[in-house]
Nanobody, 115 residues
Framework: QVQLVESGGGLVQAGGSLRLSCVAS????????IGWYRQAPGKQRQLVTT???????NYEDSVKSRFTISTDNAKTTWFLQMNNLKPEDTALYYC?????????WGQGTQVTVSS
């Protein structure tokens, strides 16, 4: 079992910044992929960014120039730095991990961006 605990969401004005954090515990080795997803009201959950064990990073196009994922060496703690936030970024953000071929999710943290 793997448990993911995330934090850092909140209410911010357009153009502002937030930093989300995720901490993984349990059977976290070997790690395959970690990252972040989000789910906006009335929409399905979608990928924001991932990083794999080789250090390769993917970003969804709309966040590529504004969001940055980072992690510790063991990939048991990771972050999402969100800059220049836009109202369309408003969503419930979930941290994500893939271990032993199984997907794990955090509880979600709400990010609300006002115009």
């Amino acid at each position: 079992q793997v448990q993911l605990v995330e934090s850092g969401g909140g209410l911010v004005q357009a153009g502002g910044s937030l930093r989300l954090s995720c901490v993984a515990s349990g059977d976290t080795y070997p790690v395959n992929t970690i990252g972040w997803y989000r789910q906006a009201p009335g929409k399905q959950r979608q990928l924001v960014t991932t990083i794999n064990r080789s250090g390769n990073i993917n970003y969804e196009d709309s966040v590529k120039s504004r969001f940055t994922i980072s992690t510790d060496n063991a990939k048991t703690t990771w972050f999402l730095q969100m800059n220049n936030l836009k109202p369309e970024d408003t969503a419930l953000y979930y941290c994500y991990a893939l271990y032993y071929g199984t997907e794990y999710w955090g509880q979600g943290t709400q990010v609300t961006v006002s115009s």
